[in-house]
T-cell receptor, first 115, second 109 residues
């Protein structure tokens, strides 16, 4: 078990609604990233936050937004939900050690179904 | 469009053999390269990352990077049935992180 938790575990929404997904990072990890994973595919990078600032973003529209809080927990917000947003949403927290080695742990994911 | 390509498999190897997983990427500006393992129904786990040309070893795993050929590989020595999973290659491009589709590995007892 990693120290990364996500809530909720499952969620059903209807098209056009808004959703907020939450991630609690591994203690001491200052970087969090979010991914969308459709069934049978590799994860797609949504964005990454380092010390509360966005420092990387994938090819997702602005209706996907995020926040990282001072305690390094994080939220993913998706507005105007579309059917294609149905997927598993994963967050991962990471820390780059002074040695240059990186530790990274994924949470268990939130499965979102948009009807 | 930055791309990461992997053979989707399945790649089948007998127990005890070396499994070789390959990944190519499209952008020479790529900075860091990651290998993940994902069991069915589970989240990915980071196996290792590499950013310098050459080999990097961690236990039974060796990552090999050749930036001139835009190629990164993962070798698994003494493969075990518990290594059966999907292996994902991912490339950090500085502002974007791109995953390949993954290669399914099956280690046969």
């Amino acid at each position: 078990e990693t120290g990364v938790t996500q809530s909720p575990t499952h969620l059903i929404k209807t098209r056009g609604q808004q959703v907020t997904l939450r991630c609690s990072s591994q203690s001491g990890h200052n970087t969090v990233s979010w991914y969308q994973q459709a069934l049978g595919q590799g994860p797609q990078f949504i964005f990454q936050y380092y010390r509360e600032e966005e420092n990387g973003r994938g090819n997702f529209p602005p209706r996907f937004s995020g926040l990282q809080f001072p305690n390094y927990s994080s939220e993913l917000n998706v507005n105007a939900l579309e059917l294609d947003d149905s997927a598993l949403y994963l967050c991962a927290s990471s820390l780059v050690e002074t040695s240059g080695e990186e530790t990274q742990y994924f949470g268990p994911g939130t499965r979102l179904l948009v009807l | 469009q930055k791309e990461v390509e992997q053979n989707s498999g399945p790649l089948s190897v007998p127990e005890g053999a070396i499994a070789s997983l390959n990944c190519t990427y499209s952008d020479r500006g790529s900075q860091s390269f990651f290998w993940y393992r994902q069991y069915s129904g589970k989240s990915p786990e980071l196996i290792m990352f590499i950013y310098s040309n050459g080999d990097k070893e961690d236990g039974r795993f060796t990552a090999q990077l050749n930036k001139a050929s835009q190629y990164v590989s993962l070798l698994i020595r003494d493969s075990q049935p518990s290594d059966s999973a999907t292996y994902l290659c991912a490339v950090w491009y500085g502002q974007n992180f791109v995953f390949g589709p993954g290669t399914r590995l099956s280690v046969l007892p």
